[in-house]
């Protein structure tokens, strides 16, 4: 690349990572720095369409011989360039400010505060008059960056949240940074400028949807910015874009990102505003904007929600949508090829848009905008606690892990709720009755750790507040006597979820489904709820009744949706207890049989049909294993069968000292005497046995203060074992059958059901009737 004059070079823009934005600095080559002649920390001239300022730092380590320029979304706007062009750098000195005048960047927004606060602020920043700056300094500042440059980037930030303001005027001209001297000023309303770039959303406001952004871009932006490459290849541009995926997951930041980083006009369309009570005044809307559109090119025009405008016409009684769906075909049909114009969609209902429109031509792509993994979720956290004055125990990282499920939305309602968490700690030092807060109560707010704590029990994943859904607190410390079962548990469900790279190593696919069965009250939904928190999942708890309806065909989509939004917040883990009322036998005469059967027809294709399970765990728990259909308890559905039967000497003992950890025993209880003579006792017989000592206690007087052996032997007379010799046998001769029907074949059927065809002579593995 030739080089522009002595003291100046052309470099290529790239995106700056969001944990680097809004900070005024620049990450340069060495080779680039070395030429100019800069130090770490020196101020340089960034030339684009117009100038912008920032302080050069070295690159990232991954950068290394890429001859690029890595800026932000703001640095990027204020120069008038987007990722992908050139800009001239310059070597360049900043003169102190003094006089800096600025205004928040949005309509209807009108800031109040101290000027002081934002002179700390910006205190050693860069910048030119019409520039847009943004308060982020209480942001921890990367490692890799110079001591002077850590302490100049660490000043106290201005508000508990991001501020963006434009620099209205500056005195003197040119490039300037504020210091002790410069008088700051704030203007409460915006004040817009002819031919402004917005800055209000950029990419570097989006977090965990990288790929995406790649995607969309060269979809849209490519085609706006140089049309003449698809003219030179002979192709059409694309014309449109469908965005879909969960609500929150920043469909419609997104598409007014790509608006402002292509400097295109944005043209939004709400779905429901469109519609008019005339005849034919929802077409002549849809109509005027598309012919607005083209003439202010280049332009995007963004319909959200469209699936409340262009509905599927067999399934609409109404001619007004009918006629809407045919003007928005027509519309997109009639585009010009070269006409710089594109149309972003976004729904969380792609299924419910006419199909006409899912085709090249009108919707060239469909692009999934998901939930986030743990580094997005990073990401976003990163973005939200930009301008936020964290406490040195904050780690986001932890706090990505275990925010698993959470989209955008939420992750933004958590910060927001932390941040109300720290107000509300410093509510007494604060009258309501003045006018503004005394600056030392401001400085000395900070968000914490226990804040975040706090919030997460207050939100929770959008995406899972129509089904039942709770994060569990026990851990298999708190399961006692059920070891084998544990195990098994915890190499099916916690080795996959937490180190599915080993199980890809070895070829082999996880387990889909665990079944529990034994008698009642053994342990297996606390079995289900400690797997689930263990392998750090959402778990989903759901009861027969609530997905069984009287209404044809609504069983089978309440199944359906529960299975979607598994994967949707995955990783998952769903439980669904008393499994033998929703899934019988099929062809046995047991309830209503159309009902029954097509339920068990639903999950066997949600297990294991078209659609893959992929961090979606089923476990079902049921006293009656002998009356579940037999096909679902093969390889491949329900991989493992575990017995959870009544737990030994040892697993009693176990039990008893987890029920018995906060009661005040006396020196004399013997729990290992107790766990000896409670022969066939199951888990919640245990916790009956200790409940009814407590209450002894109380008979003996109110303020007993602690429990003694005679109230358990008291106990030990009022309660029983709930599990029989007899039934104990009868699991046996179950567990037997099981293993024998598991290599059955279809054709001669594995359980014996009342109605249906008896074997010729019964064998003793068969279950009892």
Not at 236 to 256: E, I, N, Q, S
Not at 313 to 333: F, N, P
Not at 350 to 368: K, M, N, Q, S
């Amino acid at each position: 690349m030739a080089t522009v004059d002595a003291l100046s070079r052309k470099v290529q823009v790239a995106n700056l990572p969001p944990a680097d934005s809004g900070r005024g600095v620049a990450r340069l080559p060495i080779k680039l720095m070395t030429e100019l002649g800069l130090a770490e920390g020196d101020v340089i001239e960034i030339v684009g369409k117009r100038s912008t300022a920032a302080r050069a730092i070295r690159p990232y380590g991954d950068d290394q011989g890429l001859d690029i320029i890595r800026l932000d979304g703001l640095q990027r706007a204020n120069a008038g360039v987007g990722s992908g062009e050139f800009v001239e750098i310059h070597k360049a000195v900043s003169k102190p400010a003094t006089r800096v005048v600025f205004a928040p960047t949005q309509n209807n927004v009108r800031l109040q505060g101290s000027a002081q606060a934002l002179q700390r602020s910006f205190e050693g920043r860069p910048f030119c008059q019409g520039d847009t700056v943004a308060t982020t300094g209480h942001q921890r500042v990367n490692a890799d960056m110079p001591d002077h440059i850590r302490q100049l980037l660490n000043a106290p930030a201005f508000a508990l949240q991001e501020v963006r303001l434009t620099v209205v005027s500056t005195a003197p001209k040119g490039i300037v940074h504020i210091d002790a001297g410069t008088k700051v000023e704030l203007l409460p309303e915006y004040t817009e400028r002819d031919g402004e770039r917005r800055a209000d959303v950029t990419y570097d406001d989006l977090g965990g949807m990288r790929d995406t952004i790649d995607a969309l871009r060269e979809m849209v932006e490519l085609p706006l910015r140089h049309p003449e490459l698809f003219q030179r290849l002979g192709v059409d541009p694309p014309k449109g874009v469908l965005l879909h995926g969960p609500p929150g997951t920043g469909k419609t930041r997104l598409a007014r990102a790509v608006a402002n980083e292509s400097d295109a006009q944005f043209f939004h369309i709400a779905g429901p505003e469109i519609m008019g009570s005339a005849y034919g005044e929802s077409e002549k809307r849809l109509r005027d904007i598309f012919e607005d559109a083209g003439k202010a090119a280049p332009s995007i025009i963004f319909i959200d929600e469209i699936d409340s405008i262009a509905p599927k016409r067999g399934q609409v009684t109404g001619e007004a949508e009918k006629r809407l769906v045919a003007q928005l075909l027509t519309l997109m049909d009639g585009l010009e090829p070269r006409q710089n114009l594109v149309v972003i969609a976004a729904t969380n209902r792609p299924e419910a848009i006419d199909e006409a429109l899912r085709r090249p031509g009108r919707f060239d792509r469909e692009i999934i905008v998901g939930v986030p993994d743990q580094t997005g979720r990073r990401e976003i956290l990163g973005i939200h606690t930009r301008g936020m004055p964290l406490a040195e125990g904050v780690d986001l990282d932890e706090l990505a892990r275990r925010t698993y499920g959470f989209v955008g939305a939420d992750l933004a309602a958590l910060t927001r709720e932390a941040a109300l968490e720290a107000v509300r700690r410093i509510m007494p030092k604060i009258d309501l009755a003045e006018e503004s807060i005394p600056t030392e109560v401001l400085d000395a707010l900070s968000v914490d750790g226990n804040d975040f704590d706090n919030a997460l029990k207050r939100v929770q994943p959008s995406a899972m507040r129509e089904v039942m859904v709770q994060m569990p607190t026990l851990r298999w410390d708190d399961v006692g006597g059920l070891d084998a079962a544990r195990d098994k548990l915890r190499e099916g469900i916690e080795l996959p979820l937490k180190h599915p790279d080993a199980f890809r190593r070895l070829g082999i696919r996880p387990a889909k489904g665990f079944l529990l069965y034994g008698p009642p009250g053994t342990g297996k939904t606390l079995l289900a709820k400690a797997a689930a928190r263990e392998s750090e999942a959402n778990f989903i708890a759901t009861k027969s009744s609530d997905l069984l309806s009287k209404w044809y065909g609504e069983s089978e989509q309440q199944i359906a949706r529960l299975f979607a939004r598994a994967r949707q917040v995955a990783p998952t883990v769903i439980f669904i207890d008393e499994l033998d009322s929703l899934v019988p036998a099929r062809g046995g005469g047991m309830g209503e049989p159309q009902v029954t059967e097509r339920v068990v027809n639903t999950i066997l294709a949600e297990m294991d049909g078209l659609e893959e399970l992929n961090n979606v765990v089923l476990i079902g728990a049921t006293n009656r294993p002998n009356l579940i259909d037999p096909a679902l308890l093969r390889p491949g559905r329900f991989d493992e069968l575990i017995f959870v039967g009544t737990p030994d000497t040892a697993g009693r003992r176990r039990i008893l000292a987890i029920h018995t950890k906060d009661m005040p025993l006396a020196k004399d209880v013997d729990l290992e005497s107790l766990a000896r003579r409670t022969e066939r006792f199951t888990g919640a017989d245990l916790e009956d046995l200790v409940r009814r000592a407590g209450l002894t206690a109380l008979r003996r007087g109110l303020d007993s203060a602690e429990v003694s052996m005679d109230d358990f032997e008291k106990a030990l007379k009022e309660t029983r074992a709930s599990v029989t010799e007899q039934m104990i046998q009868d699991y046996e001769m179950i567990e037997k059958t099981l293993k024998a029907d598991a290599v059955k074949p279809v054709g001669g059927i594995g359980f014996v059901l009342p109605g249906m065809l008896q074997p010729k002579s019964p064998t003793k593995g068969d279950p009892p009737a």
